[in-house]
């Protein structure tokens, strides 16, 4: 009798689970997303297909990746005895009592036991110490899953007897085929029942939810529930709906249409034209929307080069090193890496000198190729025989560490394609250089000069486009 009552309240509190529980994948057929570690052909694919998952593994990604899911479906498709223990409520006498039952297991009916730690970077050093000698011995096949980097919460012991698997969030069309599943299954989903969403409230729970299958799921869940039927019995789910569900106001703001473009467009004016507080709403605009953050920063990056230039050197070092802070942090908290360059790029003096380069290889277009000097070719191979290399002057042997001696082709001879700018460190340069050039053009008996004009944008763009 009471079998019966256990197994009645078991049914019942299937049906009741949450969305996202009910929806949750049983097969590697039914996962969705992280080809690149369970895709046809690969090695984790291929050990849960097998039941051969003899060696301990880490899963590490942001919540709503398919973790605990993975988890699962190698305890469906596995033979061994499967242990699920969250780091976050037990402890090392709960992993004495499993250690105990499995070795029994192995002991008398010669089952493996698999142990998956959910959240496994909350056990201290101490507690994931007492898990390695049963790792070492073979006594339990241990699973892990972290949503922090395991290479600053996992101990290295633990790391080195594991191997490492890093889940990715799940792009827009894997959230939106999660979402149109639940929508037509009948058995754990909706599918029994009718209802409407608008393209508009479908693209704002794939945007919003972030690549969090969970969230995603949980957001589409309230919505339905929380949405009387019309006359027909249909449940019709608005934008309005939506974002009442996610708890997050749409944005004017597709990823791959014109507000992208010019969203981003507007950030980088913004910051290019220093005017730090258009930057942040901007900025503000892209995260809120579900832009991906490094694409952001990429783009400070070539900010950096293009428009802050030698005004100050220091902008592509503070770009550069959001980029790697970003790496290290993830969201939320990787926003300040973000914030800080935008804002040190804003304020930051500006110079588009760079773009220097651009002239330099229109000449190279005009004037075709033109032979090295013999001075300055590579002395190294044949100098010998073929005086490469032969009057070079080395400058750290001069005075000043400087000599006038020739560097460009003598048909090029002084045209000048760079002009430094009257900004920051740059406006340095420019006492410094022009007194190079001028002993450059008395020793050389320089008269002829060009400065080579600047190039428009459209200009740049196609030369651009040239680079390969």
Known sequence: MTDLFEHALQERMKREAPLAARMRPRTLDEFIGQEHIVGEGKLLRRAIAADRLFSSILLWGPPGTGKTTLAQIIANRSQSRFITISAILAGKSELKEIIIQALESRRL????????????????????????????NGTVTFIGATTENPYFEVIKALISRSRVFQLRNLNPIET????????????????????????????????????????????????????????DGAIHITLDVAQESIQRRA????????AHYDTISAFIKSVRGSDPDAALYWLAKMLYAGEDPKFILRRLI???????????????????????????????????????????????????????YFKAMQKLQEEGQISVPRHLMDSNRDGDATTHGRDYIYPHDMEGHFTPQQYLPKKLLGTYFYKPADQGYESEVISRLEKWREAQRQALGITSLEEVPELTPDQIIELKRQIK
């Open 251 to 258: 944005v004017l703001y597709d990823k791959d249409g014109d």
């Open 302 to 356: 070539i900010l950096a080069g293009e428009d802050i230039g030698l005004a100050d050197p220091q902008g592509l070092v503070v770009a550069s090193a959001a980029a790697q802070a970003f790496d290290y942090v993830g969201l939320p908290e990787g926003i300040y890496p973000i914030v800080e360059a935008t804002l040190y790029l804003a304020t930051a003096p500006k110079s588009n000198s760079g773009t220097s």
């Open 176 to 231: 939106g085929i999660l979402i149109d599943r639940a929508l037509k299954n009948e058995e754990r989903g909706y599918g029994t029942r009718t209802i409407k969403l608008d393209p508009a409230a479908r693209s704002h729970l794939v945007e919003v939810a972030g690549g969090d299958a969970r969230n995603a799921l949980n957001a589409l869940e309230l919505a339905v529930e929380s949405t009387a039927p019309d006359t």
């Open 109 to 136: 009916h010669n089952e493996r036991t698999i142990l998956f730690v959910d959240e496994v970077h909350r056990w201290n050093k101490a507690q994931q110490d007492a898990l390695l000698p049963h790792i070492e």
